[in-house]
Each structure stands twice: as C-alpha cells, then as structure tokens.
C-alpha cells in the first residue's frame, strides 16, 4: 500500500497529478479544491493517498492531509458512494464542511456535491453520523498539534529501500491525555460553529459523566447534548 508521495510535479489534467518520484511517475487523482491547491509543473508536492485495488485496474486517490483521506475511505464505505462521489463531495466541502454537515445531519450540504442526489446524501449523513466523531477528533488533533498537512521532509511510504516511518511519542499521563481530549473536542465543535459557552458546557458535562473518555467520545456525547431536544 503506498501512503504517501512526495516528489516533483510533471503535469496537471483536469481530475489528476502526475508525481515524479525519483524517476517513477504516479498518477494521482485528487478533488477540484485540492488540484486547485498544488503547484505547476516542476514545483514540489506532497500527498496522502489511498489505493483503490480493482479487477482490471488500480488507481491512487490523494489527499493534502490524513483526515482528509480517512473520511474518503468513510464516505466510500457508504452504498452507492464510490472514489468519484467521494471526491466530489470533498471537493464541495472540505474535511471540515462535512464533518459539520455529517454531525449536524445536514444532507442538503451533503447534496450540493456534483452528481449526489439527496437519497445519497441522506444515506451518507445517516450512515456515519456515529463514525464521524472519530474523524473529527484526527482533525482537532491535527489542529492542536499544528497543522494537518504532510509534515517533515521528502518521504515516500511503503515502497522499499526508504526509512521507516517514525514512531509515535509515548502517550501522555492520564490528567494530561483528559485535559486534551477536552480542549480536542472543544475545538471540533467550534469548527462546527458552535459557541465557546455551550461548547464548554457540553464538553464539561460528558466528561463529567465519563472521566475516561476520548476525544471521539467527548464529541459524541457532547452533540448529542447539543442536538435539538
């Protein structure tokens, strides 16, 4: 599985990259929003990607950041969303935008995306309404610790002869693991446009009902003291 690229831009089409990779070239098919974000020929460029594995083809899907990736691989576990729709409906919104309109259950966002129709976007916000606060915690993560975007110098994952990915710090204590699940969770919320007060308050009260809970928890419970009673 290649999970990253990094190396020097050939060319833009209009729905793909081509990547030089120390004399390799990969084609990598990304989203409008994210081709509008690269640089032209000759300039550097650096992606997550996912590899979609196919009877007669495969094809690398890339993302400017991982919580960007992880919600194409959600959106395409739903029946009837494939990599284009997926890609679509990243390509309308962001990470960001559908975390909001996945927790708020706002499908009418969902099916602003090119060629979703609202049964889709329907089955898209239903069916990950519980998987999102998993998503949205990498993202308040990222967000805490700096930015989302692939860190550090050139690297290219999972092929042979590279260095090995580095391994992750050791966790932090538990009071310190706890005060930033909250301030995590704090932070998805407020990209969901929710106010500091009610924000605070919902994240106060599910850590108050589960002292061990995670980010993702933390979130989950807290929508669901903010959803419209």
């Not at 919104?93 to 966002?109: E, K, M, N, Y």
Request: charged fraction near 20%; aromatic fraction near 4%.
């Amino acid at each position: 599985m290649i999970g990253r690229i990094a190396g020097r831009i050939e060319y833009k089409a209009d729905d793909h990259v081509l990547i030089d990779v120390r004399g390799v070239g990969y084609v990598v098919f990304c989203s409008d929003r994210v081709l509008a974000g690269l640089g032209g020929p000759g300039e550097a460029a650096a992606l997550f990607t996912d590899l979609l594995v196919r009877e007669d083809i495969l094809q690398l899907f890339g993302f400017p950041s991982l919580v960007e990736k992880e919600w194409h691989r959600l959106l395409m576990s739903v029946q009837g969303v494939g990599a284009k729709a997926s890609l679509a409906i990243l390509g309308a919104l962001g990470p960001d935008g559908v975390s909001r309109a996945i927790a708020l259950g706002d499908w009418t966002a969902i099916k602003a995306a090119k060629g979703i129709g609202p049964k889709t976007a329907q089955r898209v916000v239903n069916e990950l309404k519980d998987k999102a606060p998993v998503v949205m915690a990498m993202g308040a993560a990222a967000g805490a610790g700096g930015s989302g975007a692939a860190p550090g110098p050139e690297v290219l994952e999972d092929l042979p002869g590279e260095a090995p990915a580095p391994r992750p710090a050791p966790p932090p204590a538990a009071a310190d693991a706890g005060r930033t699940a909250q301030a995590e969770a704090l932070s998805a919320l407020a990209n969901l446009g929710y106010g500091p007060g009610e924000a605070a308050s919902a994240v106060a009260e599910a850590a108050h009902a589960d002292p061990e809970a995670g980010t993702s928890g933390l979130i989950r419970a807290a929508l669901k003291l903010l959803a419209p009673k």
